[in-house]
């Protein structure tokens, strides 16, 4: 990731732009609020309500399935945005999964079962500390790929469908873990900061 002062320079042709809209993060990650105030953007954060339980069996690939994802979050916060006021704004939103390579797994695969459970193919966000502890303990010492997705919609949400004027984007990115001891992972369990904030 580029440093503050490369991503400000890389932005400043669009900040007079940003400047004249509420941009929002339609998340209460602490991470994704971390990387907009880095790189100087004044922003809301309202979390999305979206429930996150799309059937991952019918996405070709771990990318669709964020974009999907990420779109239905951004959507979620645009319609009660636009519910308001109807005003102009840029709406963010995203999503993460870490996708098993190791093991002779090799890519998406066809069936999952109970999501974020260890053996699966495809992990999200933990549900409590237990979880995340048991994820880590599942990803020490493997290859992994993480794929983010995010949604962009600016203007209020019936011209922002209307007119197309969403932007979607994923990365992928090779995770390598080296083999975390149990000791290692109470560590750093109490922050979660190799699963939830990725």
């Known amino acids: 990731m580029p440093g503050r002062n490369q991503s400000i320079a890389m932005l400043e042709p669009l900040l007079e732009v940003l400047s004249t809209q509420r941009i929002i993060l339609a998340s209460g990650s602490p991470r994704r609020s971390e990387i907009l ?39 979620e916060v645009a319609r009660r945005i636009d519910a308001k006021d109807g005003k102009k704004h ?8 870490v996708v098993s390579i190791s093991d002779g797994c090799k890519g998406w695969g066809l069936s999952y079962g109970r999501r974020g459970v260890l053996n699966e193919k495809i992990l999200e966000k933990p549900s409590d500390k237990d979880h995340a502890f048991e994820m880590l303990k599942s990803l020490s010492g493997k290859d992994h790929q993480v794929f983010s997705g995010v949604t962009l ?7 922002a469908i209307e007119d197309s004027n969403m932007i979607q984007f994923y990365e992928e990115t090779l995770v390598s873990f080296g083999d975390l001891t149990d000791d290692v992972i109470c560590g750093t369990k109490q922050d979660h900061i190799l699963v939830v904030n990725i």
């Open 153 to 159: 919609v600016q203007g209020n949400l019936s011209k």
């Open 90 to 97: 840029l709406i963010i939103g995203a999503d993460t999964v």
């Open 37 to 75: 105030q880095k790189i100087g953007l004044k922003f809301d954060v309202i979390p999305s309500l979206f429930e996150e339980n799309l059937d991952k069996s019918v996405f070709n690939h771990p990318s669709d399935y964020v974009l999907e994802n990420s779109k239905q979050k951004t959507l």
